[in-house]
C-alpha cells in the first residue's frame, strides 16, 4: 500500500542529459522561447535564460512521461505538474528538481497522498487514502508514518497514537467494534496498558472483560 507509494517517487527524480540536441529558434533557447530536442526524443518547450531552462516550460521525456511547470537555471523549482507514462502524478512545489513543499501524488490505481514533502520525502502533516479506503492522517518523516497520527481501516477499526517507521509506537489508543487497546505500544503490539473486551452474546451487553498488559504480556484479568 504505501511502499507502493514511495516505491513510483523514484521515476520523478529522473532528469535525463544528453549531449546531442537542437534549438528551434535558436536565439529562442539563449533567452526567450524556444524548443530544445534531443536526439533521443526529449524535448523541452518553454523559457529560456542564459541559456538555460527557466520560467515555465514543458518537458517531454523519451519515455512518455512528461512535466509541466516552472524551472530556475535547468532545475525544477516553483508550482509543476509531473505525470508518468503510466498514470502516475505529482501536483505541487519543487526544489532543486525534487518535491519540496504542498503536494499531491496520484498513483495509476487510485492511492493518494496529500501534504507536505521535504527533498523528495514525505515529511510533515499529509493525508494518505489507500483505493481500498485505508486513511492515515498525520506526521510522515522520510516516506513512513512517524509521529502523531490516525489510521482507519476500511473495516471501522481505527488506531489514534503515536508511530514509528509505520509500526504502532508510543501512548495510543485502538478501537474495534468490541475492543479498545489504550496504552503504551510498541512494534505494532501493546506493550503496557489495558485491552478491554465487550461481549457480542445476546442478554450479555454491556459486560467486559479487561487484560492488563505488561511488558507485553498479560498479567492479569479485571471482569
Known amino acids: 500500500m504505501i511502499k507502493k507509494l514511495f516505491f513510483l517517487l523514484l521515476t520523478i527524480l529522473f532528469f535525463p542529459i544528453f549531449i546531442s540536441a537542437q534549438c528551434v529558434p535558436v536565439n529562442g533557447c539563449i533567452n526567450g522561447k524556444g524548443t530544445y530536442t534531443w536526439e533521443s526524443g526529449n524535448k523541452y518547450e518553454g523559457e529560456f535564460k542564459d541559456g538555460l531552462f527557466h520560467g515555465i516550460g514543458k518537458f517531454y521525456y523519451s519515455n512518455g512521461d512528461i512535466y509541466v511547470g516552472s524551472w530556475e537555471k535547468d532545475k525544477k523549482k516553483g508550482q509543476g505538474v509531473f505525470t508518468s507514462f503510466d498514470g502516475n502524478s505529482y501536483d505541487g512545489e519543487w ?129
Open 95 to 223: 526544489l532543486n528538481n525534487k518535491e519540496h513543499g504542498k503536494g499531491v501524488f496520484l498513483t495509476n490505481d487510485g492511492d493518494r497522498y496529500e501534504g507536505s514533502w521535504i527533498d523528495g520525502f514525505l515529511n510533515g502533516y499529509g493525508n494518505f487514502n489507500s483505493i481500498d479506503s485505508n486513511q492515515y492522517s498525520g506526521n510522515f518523516k522520510q516516506n513512513l508514518f512517524n509521529g502523531y497520527g490516525t489510521f482507519i481501516w476500511n473495516d471501522g477499526d481505527r488506531y489514534e497514537g503515536e508511530w514509528l517507521d509505520n509500526k504502532k509506537y508510543g501512548q495510543g489508543v485502538f478501537y474495534s467494534k468490541l475492543n479498545i487497546k489504550n496504552g503504551e505500544w510498541k512494534d505494532d503490539r501493546l506493550f503496557d496498558g489495558v485491552s478491554t473486551i465487550y461481549s457480542s452474546k445476546e442478554g450479555e451487553e454491556g459486560l467486559e472483560i479487561k487484560f492488563i498488559y505488561k511488558k507485553g504480556n498479560v498479567v492479569d484479568t479485571l471482569q
